[in-house]
């Protein structure tokens, strides 16, 4: 390592050394995070910060607005009904409507503690629906919190990294997995966290058909919904509409989060929504659990309802709010977080003509979308080496090995929280490290 980096050496070791950290490279998000706190306090040097997925953008107003008058209101006395507020179900299923041309019943749009309560309580709830079909199925990479739900709960999964079954080569993989006969409900995010990958027509038609194959149920994290900016999805009632399964089958859940979209993670909340046919199918297994057959019923309240009887009054008036004025059209929620595509774009270009590369980098044969996330690598360095190195650069990120990616030797870079400011720092720091690293 040449003693000559951007941030005084000698400080970055002494704040590792003080963390008592065996590795930088093999620490959780949370440690690194810690530890470019401690260097950035200090040094007074300030860090290109791309390991945590948080917003970095200001919360809604329309939504805080709501909020403050529903909470005038005095609605914080009162237990909201679990399966939501009257106007948020309406306007959930308008908007599934207007922006994925979807019609799913306000029955099954449910507002739920964040988007993670969603998913915890669709693992726990899928795979009771029948003895022996127990297992949930991540097509990675993906979400590390999502496997985290499955170990708590118990519940078994399975996984596999679709980086080299893109387009026709992922239905046999997928029948490899279903037809053991064990999986219960499948999960992957589109667009996807880690890697931007976005699923295309033809593999969210062969997800479909074989969930309707093998009886599964598709869970679609949607948490980044919309963001794939190479398509405009942002007119409410015209084509083209956010890609999802649910054009392929009537077995899905849909997990929609506020946190991104509406920068609105604090408070919360996102949606659940359950297609019709799977809200009223019966399974006989879930008796085994729950006072009733019927999925909808069981979910409501069974699941939710032990979960966390509903969820907060107020955000789900300003959930309301958001969604209503984005139906109604006075709200282009996806012009707000457009910036975060930008700034991808150049981020990617300053490391690109710096010796790094894109790990994953097609959706088949189409260049990847400009988001939230990128992944990158650097020749002769795997992931843990390359987090480790850039410490000492003024840049953090997390491994890509923490995803159940295979591709160890890559980065997941998240542009929320660098500031365009900040890419004159980067762009000497990323230089700085390839002079110093020259690739052979
Ligand atoms: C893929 C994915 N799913 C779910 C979530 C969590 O969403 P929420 O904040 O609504 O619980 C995130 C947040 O980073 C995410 O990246």
Known sequence: ?????????????????????????????????????????????????????????????????????????????????????????????????????????????????????????????????????????????????????????????????????????????????????????????????????????????????????????????????????????????????????????????????SSKVFSYAGQRIGMMVISNKLFEAKAEGLLRYYGSDKFGHAMVFGTMYALSSGTSHTPQYALEAMLKAANDGEFNFLEVVKEYGEKAKIMKRIFTENGFRIVYDKDEEKPLADGFYFTISYPGFSGEELIEALVYYGISAISLAITGSERTEGLRACVSLVSREQFPDLEYRVKKFHEHHPVK
């Open 1 to 257: 390592m040449k003693k000559d980096t951007p941030i005084p050496y000698e400080a970055v070791e002494e704040q590792i050394k003080q963390l008592n950290l065996s590795s930088v490279g093999k620490a959780s998000i949370r440690e690194i995070k810690r530890l470019v706190d401690n260097i950035e306090n200090a040094t007074g040097e300030r860090y290109v910060r791309m390991e945590m997925g948080i917003p970095g953008l200001p919360p809604s107003e329309i939504g805080m607005q709501a909020e403050i008058e529903a909470l005038k209101k005095g609605v914080a006395a009162i237990y909201p009904d679990i399966d939501g507020i009257p106007g948020l179900k309406k306007e959930i299923s308008r908007f599934v409507k207007l922006f994925m041309g979807i019609e799913v019943h306000s029955r099954g749009c449910l507002p739920t503690v964040g988007s993670m309560q969603g998913s915890f309580a669709a693992f726990l709830t899928t795979t009771r629906m029948q003895e022996g079909k127990d297992t949930i199925l991540f097509i990675d990479p993906g979400f590390p919190v999502h496997k985290q739900q499955c170990k708590v709960q118990g519940t078994p999964f399975d996984s596999f990294d679709v980086y080299n079954y893109r387009g026709e080569k992922l239905r046999e993989k997928l029948e490899q997995h279903l037809s053991k006969g064990n999986i219960a409900g499948m999960l992957y995010s589109n667009p996807n966290n880690p890697s931007w990958i976005c699923f295309t027509e033809t593999e969210l038609k062969i997800i479909g058909e074989l969930a309707n194959k093998y009886n599964v149920v598709v869970m679609e994290d949607l948490a980044y919904f919309g963001m794939d900016f190479r398509e405009d999805f942002s007119k409410p009632g015209e084509p083209p509409y956010q890609p999802s399964v649910a054009n392929y089958t009537d077995n899905y859940i849909l997990l929609i989060s």
